[in-house]
C-alpha cells in the first residue's frame, strides 16, 4: 500500500523525546524514535534498554527521554528482563487483571557489546522460548560507552582502545561476528538487517513489520558513533549511506527463513569509500597497507555474494 | 484445622507456589532445588495454576524476567540454590534497589569450588547485604509457612523488598516429613492480591525503571532501602501474628528454645536447630542448663532483641554453617557478637564453622560444643573464639 512517510512522521508525535544526551552525529537516536514512529499511535510499548550509550544518556534520574513505560535493569539481560515483562502481560491478560481491549508492544534496545557479547545468551534464551517482542540491536561496533573498545562487531583491522593500531599489530585481527545469521538461526519468524538511509523508510517498515509480526522478531541496526569511528558529526547520513552502497551493512530481510535483499546497488562502490572517512581505518591507508585494505574488500565481496546465494536457496 | 500431609521441603515450597498461585514464575534447575520448578510446571501444565511459567536459559536470565515482570506489575516468583543464586547476584542487588517484592525460595547448598552439591549457608551468606529479606527454616512445615507469609511481608507498603525462604538443601528439601497445610481458600485469602502502585503495564502512567542514579540521588535512595529493611521487622511481627491467629503456628524473629532458664545457649539456622534442641534436651536430663537460639530472620538482623535474649547466659556459641575466609569469624558470629557488643551485653562468646560442604553434624559434636560452653562458663572467657566443628585437622 502506498503511503507517505514523511506525513506518517508528522502525524506521529515522537515516542522518543528530545533532551536526551547522545552525542551529536551519533547514529542510534534516530533508529529509536524512527523504530518507535512504527508504534500503531494507540498501542502502548514498554520499552527494555540494556546498560550502554542509550540508556544511560535518556534516562538519567530523574529525567527519561521515553514516553512510554521503559525498564533497565544491567549490561546483559535487556531481553530476559523484557520477557519477564511480556510474560507478566500474557499473564495478566489471562486473569482479567488487565484490561482486554489495551494492546502492548515489547521493545528492547541493546548495543552490539550488549548484544553480540556479553547478552547474547539472554537474546537467545529469550527468542528460543518464543516471547511476543522485537530485539533491537543499534551495532555503533565495539563498547563506546566505555570508550571504543573492540567487540564481536568491530570490523576487522579496526583501531579501538583495546586493538589499537600499532607498529606490529594493526588494528583488530578478527573479522566480526554475523549476528543476524546467528538470529536467523533460532528459526524466528522475521530478522532484518537495516540502517538510517532515504529518510528511514526502510527501518521504519522493517519496524512495523518487526513489531506486528507474532512472536519474536530481531532487527540489527548500523549506528554509527562518530567519536568510535572518528567521522565529523555532520557525514552520519553519509556515513550510512556508504556503509549499504559498498555492500559492507547489506539491507535484508528474512521472513519465515526467506531471505529478501531489500537494496542491490546497481554499481558497488569500493569498500575504501566507506573506510575513508574513518578515523578508526587510517592505518590501513598507509603506504605498504594495501594489503587490508584488499581483505576487507574481498570479505565484504564473500559475505554478500553468500547472501545472494542465501536469497537465491531460499527462495526456490 | 489444616490439611495433614507428608512432603518433601521442596514439595512443600513448590505447595506453597501452588497455593500463591503467582502471575511469573521464571526458574533455571539448579541441584537442590531444581524439584521446585518441577514439580511447579506440572501444576502449570495441568492448569492447576495462572501462572506463566518462563523456562530460562541460566540463572542470571531468572532474575532478570522476574525483575522484568514483577516490575510490569505482576508477582514473579523463583527458585534456587548455590551456584544459581551466585550467577543471579548481579540481579538480586537490582530486584532489591528496584524495590520489587519478588519471592525466592532458596534451597541452601555450598557454592563453588570445588563444586559440591550438599548443605552449607555460604550460598545465601553471599547475598546478606544485598538488601533482600531473609528468613531461614529448620523444617519443612517452616519452609511452607515462611513462603505463606512471603508476599505479605514483601508487598507491604513500608517494605517493598524482596524475599528469599532459606531451607536446607538435601537435609529438608528431600526429606519427607509430616507438614500441616493450610486450605488453599484459606491461603488466597490471607495472601491477597498484589496492587503495586506503580508498574509498567499500567497504562494510565507510564513508568520508567532502573535510571542512571549519580551522586545527586543514589544515596538517598540507598538510604530509603535501608529504612525499609528496618520497616520490615515490624511487618514480619505484625503478618506472623496474623499467621498465627490462622494456624495457630507461633513465629517470632528467632526462637527460644528452652532459654527461660538456660545458662549455655547454641545460636544457630536451619535444620541444625533441630539437633540442637534434641542435644539440649538430653543435656538437661543431665542437669545442665542447655538451651537453643535460632535465627529465622536474619535480614532484616534482629539485633537489639538477640543481644537482650542473650544478656543472662554464662557462655554462648554461635554456628555457622559457613565460613568468612576472614580471619575472623562466620557471617552469624560477627552479627551476633556486633549486636551485643553495641547493646552493652558482654557475655563470654565462641564460633564454631561446621557443616561445610554437606559435612554431617552429629548430635555428639552439638554436645561438645555444650560441653566446650560448660568450660567457657567456668572460665569466664572464651580463648581462641574463632573455632571448627567436625572438620579434619590433617
Keep these: ?316 | 484445622m489444616g490439611i495433614r500431609e507428608r512432603l518433601s521441603g521442596n514439595e512443600a515450597a513448590a505447595i506453597a507456589m501452588k497455593q500463591i498461585n503467582p502471575d511469573v514464575v521464571a526458574a533455571f534447575p539448579i541441584t537442590p532445588s531444581t524439584e521446585i520448578p518441577q514439580y511447579f510446571s506440572s501444576f502449570v501444565s495441568n492448569g492447576s495454576v495462572d501462572t506463566e511459567f518462563v523456562a530460562v536459559e541460566s540463572e542470571h536470565s531468572a532474575m532478570s524476567a522476574c525483575i522484568g515482570a514483577e516490575a510490569a506489575g505482576a508477582r514473579a516468583m523463583t527458585a534456587t540454590s548455590s551456584n544459581g543464586l551466585s550467577l543471579m547476584w548481579e540481579m538480586i542487588y537490582i530486584a532489591s534497589s528496584t524495590r520489587l517484592p519478588i519471592v525466592m525460595s532458596l534451597v541452601n547448598r555450598a557454592v563453588s569450588g570445588p563444586l559440591n552439591i550438599h548443605n552449607d549457608h555460604s550460598d545465601a551468606m553471599g547475598v546478606r547485604d544485598s538488601g533482600w529479606i531473609q528468613l531461614f527454616s529448620e523444617n519443612n512445615q517452616e519452609a511452607y509457612d515462611n513462603l505463606l507469609m512471603a508476599h505479605r511481608i514483601a508487598e507491604h507498603k513500608d517494605v517493598l523488598l524482596p524475599l528469599m525462604v532459606c531451607q536446607d538443601g538435601f537435609i529438608t528439601s528431600h526429606s519427607i516429613e509430616n507438614i500441616e497445610l493450610v486450605e488453599d481458600e484459606k491461603v488466597k485469602e490471607f495472601v491477597g492480591t498484589y496492587k503495586p502502585k506503580h508498574y509498567l503495564l499500567n497504562t494510565a502512567e507510564p513508568i520508567a525503571v532502573g535510571p542512571l542514579d549519580l551522586q545527586a540521588y543514589l544515596f538517598e535512595h540507598k538510604r530509603a532501602q535501608a529504612e525499609a529493611m528496618k520497616n520490615a521487622k515490624k511487618v514480619i511481627a505484625s503478618v506472623s501474628a496474623e499467621f498465627e491467629k490462622m494456624t495457630g503456628r507461633h513465629y517470632e524473629f528467632f526462637e527460644k528454645y528452652k532459654m527461660d532458664d538456660s545458662e549455655i545457649v547454641i545460636v544457630c539456622m536451619n535444620s541444625t536447630a533441630g539437633t540442637a534442641k534434641y542435644t539440649a534436651d538430653c543435656l538437661r536430663e543431665n542437669g545442665i542448663k542447655a538451651g537453643v537460639l535460632k535465627v529465622r530472620m536474619f535480614r532484616p538482623f534482629p539485633a537489639e532483641e538477640i543481644a537482650k535474649a542473650l544478656a543472662n547466659q554464662k557462655a554462648v556459641a554461635v554456628l555457622d554453617k559457613a565460613d568468612s575466609l576472614n580471619a575472623a569469624g562466620g557471617p552469624l558470629f560477627e552479627d551476633v557478637t556486633s549486636a551485643m557488643f553495641v547493646n552493652g551485653v558482654f557475655v563470654p562468646t565462641v564460633n564454631y564453622i561446621y557443616g561445610i560442604g554437606g559435612r554431617d553434624t552429629t548430635e555428639s559434636e552439638i554436645r561438645n560444643v555444650y560441653m566446650d560452653l560448660i568450660e567457657i562458663a567456668k572460665k569466664g572467657k572464651a580463648e581462641n573464639p574463632y573455632r571448627y566443628l567436625g572438620v579434619r585437622s590433617k
Design chain 1, 1 to 316: 500500500m502506498a503511503y507517505n512517510l514523511k506525513e506518517i512522521i508528522a502525524q506521529k508525535p515522537s515516542r522518543f523525546t528530545a533532551g536526551h544526551r547522545m552525542c551529536a552525529g551519533c547514529g542510534a537516536p534516530p533508529v529509536a524514535r524512527m523504530i518507535l514512529r512504527a508504534l500503531k499511535p494507540d498501542d502502548h510499548a514498554v520499552i527494555a534498554g540494556a546498560t550502554g550509550c542509550m540508556e544511560v544518556s535518556t534516562f538519567i534520574y530523574p529525567y527519561t527521554s521515553w514516553t512510554d513505560s521503559f525498564i533497565h535493569t544491567a549490561f546483559e539481560c535487556a531481553a530476559a528482563t523484557e520477557s519477564g515483562v511480556e510474560a507478566a502481560y500474557k499473564a495478566m491478560k489471562r486473569t482479567g487483571k488487565l484490561p482486554e481491549d489495551v494492546n502492548t508492544k515489547f521493545i528492547a534496545f541493546g548495543g552490539d557489546g550488549g548484544t553480540y557479547d556479553i547478552g547474547l545468551q539472554s537474546l537467545s534464551g529469550a527468542m528460543e522460548r518464543g516471547h511476543d517482542m522485537v530485539y533491537v540491536c543499534y551495532d555503533n561496533g565495539a563498547y563506546m560507552n566505555t570508550g571504543i573498545q573492540r567487540s564481536s562487531a568491530t570490523p576487522k583491522f579496526a583501531d579501538t582502545t583495546t586493538t589499537p593500531a600499532g607498529s606490529k599489530i594493526p588494528g583488530k585481527m578478527q573479522s566480526r561476528k554475523d549476528l543476524t545469521k546467528i538470529l536467523v538461526a533460532h528459526h524466528i519468524p522475521y530478522a532484518a538487517q537495516s540502517i538510517g538511509i532515504n529518510n528511514f523508510k526502510d527501518l521504519y517498515e522493517k519496524a512495523e513489520k518487526a513489531i506486528y509480526t507474532p512472536g519474536p522478531s530481531f532487527l540489527n541496526v548500523l549506528a554509527p558513533c562518530p567519536r568510535g569511528w572518528g567521522y565529523n558529526t555532520e557525514d552520519l547520513m553519509t556515513i550510512n549511506k556508504l556503509a549499504v552502497e559498498t555492500c559492507y551493512w547489506p539491507l535484508y530481510e528474512v521472513v519465515d527463513g526467506r531471505y529478501i535483499i531489500n537494496y542491490k546497488p546497481k554499481t558497488r562502490l569500493p569498500i575504501e569509500e566507506f573506510l575513508k572517512p574513518q578515523k578508526r581505518f587510517k592505518h590501513m591507508f598507509k603506504p605498504g597497507n594495501e594489503w587490508m585494505i584488499e581483505e576487507f574488500q574481498k570479505e565484504v565481496d564473500a559475505r554478500w555474494q553468500e547472501l545472494i546465494d542465501l536469497e537465491e536457496i531460499t527462495n526456490k
